[in-house]
């Protein structure tokens, strides 16, 4: 029997959905961080539960062939993109296996054609966004923690995943653009040459707090989001004018007061600092307005080709009523917006409602309207029943009563489009009785993580 403390050897059979290597010892589910298919490993168990255990690599015995060295030094101390030790084409096979084990095992729905995954265009430099928080409590990487030179009372990066308030000093992260590292080193030098605190996150004190950094991969322009505890424009504007200056691919710069304790980028409001206060993307032949604070898909090109595949999913004609719950910032509303007689988007944030009808304005596109409110509520104010509906929702997937309205609408076409396979595959289960799941598109819009997208096309069963 496993104990927790044990250390021993075993081979990595497999990969589980969270990105954890798999295997089994005397028909005992062992999980591994940090671990390959074919890894013959030592680990030691960290965790016993009833019917599996968790354990962490202490040496690897053996490597598998589908490892490879990680190209960012921070790899396995960041939270970030924790398969860089796995290669590419792996990490889409295991993808596409994660999304067909859900549909058959949560969805219990079998021989549903799952599709081979569209790559990302680029491995690395692919978000678009990227925060960075300060902290006064840095995390010490192995070959600092014994130099008497290690500065530990500032970090301006990335979390270590168990610890909220100890921060990497990241002076590279490999998912931007390099300009955008370049920026995130001047201003850590200011920060740390400044006369205000960065924010203590145990003592909730201090000025600087997070950097909200924004790429345009259509026009390669730069938003600068500064977040302090408190207004000081006195402190800020200098580093505003500096950027500016340095950089003229920054089109924009912009200072949140965020003076809650709570860890998140988004301010109560928002200072001008140099510039204009957008930034300007494309979808395809769709140009979108994004604020500091707005939702867009942080993988522009990945994005395209999600949406392609939802617009071929759809088969719209041109004379089609579309729906689309939980349409956001408008993005997928105003690209099928030229194949369709019009499309009813419905949204809660009404900020986010507010972009979605600016950037309707912005791409002269008048056949899309949004709802704001509540799904549950908003689809009885649909009058006219629609031909398709696309179903965009967060992680945790569809409220059952949603569900339940959806049925009762019926459209002859249900397009889903989920970033979580098991919440995909629990709501296709449920629609299950009523729609045939004709066919998945993975789509990978975050290379060196386990997250997948996918696009599920459901045909209502009676027109199939």
Request: glycine share 6%.
């Amino acid at each position: 029997m496993l104990k927790k403390g044990q250390i021993l050897d075993i081979e990595i059979s497999d990969i589980a959905f969270g990105g954890k290597g798999f295997a089994r010892i005397d028909g005992f589910a062992v999980f591994a961080d940090q671990t390959v298919p074919m890894d013959h490993v030592t680990v030691r168990i960290v965790k016993k539960k009833k019917n599996y255990a968790e354990a962490v690599p202490v040496k690897i015995i053996s490597p598998s062939p589908f490892r490879k060295t990680p190209a960012c030094i921070y790899h396995g101390y960041c939270g970030g993109c924790k398969w860089q030790f796995l290669t590419y084409e792996k990490q889409l096979f295991y993808k596409r296996r994660h999304v067909t084990d859900s549909i058959e095992h949560i969805g219990l729905i079998k021989d549903v054609p799952v599709h081979p995954v569209l790559p990302s265009a680029s491995e690395f430099h692919y978000r678009n966004k990227m925060e960075f928080s300060c902290s006064d409590s840095r995390w010490l990487l192995p070959d600092e923690m014994d130099s008497p030179d290690a500065e530990k009372g500032f970090a301006l990066g990335l979390h270590v995943p168990g610890t909220f308030y100890k921060v990497l000093d990241t002076e590279k992260c490999l998912l931007q653009p390099e300009v955008g590292n370049q920026i995130l080193n001047d201003v850590r030098t200011f920060i740390k040459n400044s006369d205000a605190p960065v924010y203590g996150l145990r003592s909730h004190t201090g000025f600087w707090r997070f950097l909200m950094l924004r790429h345009s991969a259509a026009y390669n322009q730069w938003m600068v989001n500064i977040i302090t505890a408190k207004e000081d424009r006195d402190t800020v504007q200098p580093l505003a004018d500096l950027l500016r200056e340095k950089y003229p691919e920054i089109v924009s710069v912009v200072n949140n007061i965020a003076s809650g304790k709570a860890g998140i980028a988004v301010g109560e409001y928002e200072i001008l600092l140099a510039g204009i206060s957008n930034l300007k993307d494309k979808i395809g032949t769709f140009e979108f307005e994004i604020s500091a604070n707005s939702f867009f898909q942080t993988n522009t090109r990945g994005a395209q080709s999600l949406y392609e595949t939802v617009k071929k999913f759809a088969r719209l004609t041109g004379s089609e009523i579309v729906a689309d719950l939980y349409s956001g910032t408008g993005t997928i509303p105003i690209f099928l917006s030229d194949s369709a007689k019009e499309v009813i988007g419905m949204e809660i944030v009404g900020s986010a409602v507010a972009d979605a009808e600016r950037n309707c304005r912005l791409n002269r596109v008048s056949n899309c309207r949004f709802i704001l409110g509540d799904i549950r509520e908003c689809l009885s104010q649909i009058s006219i029943r629609p031909d398709v509906m696309i179903i965009d929702p967060p992680r945790v997937g569809m409220h059952k009563d949603v569900v339940k309205q959806v049925l009762e609408i019926s459209p002859q076409r249900i397009v889903y489009v989920s970033c979580n396979p098991a919440t995909l595959a629990r709501d296709l289960g449920m629609m299950k009785d009523h729609y045939q799941v004709a066919e998945i598109q993975p789509a990978d819009l975050f290379p060196h993580t386990f997250h997948i997208e996918s696009a599920a096309r459901l045909e209502k069963k009676n027109s199939v």
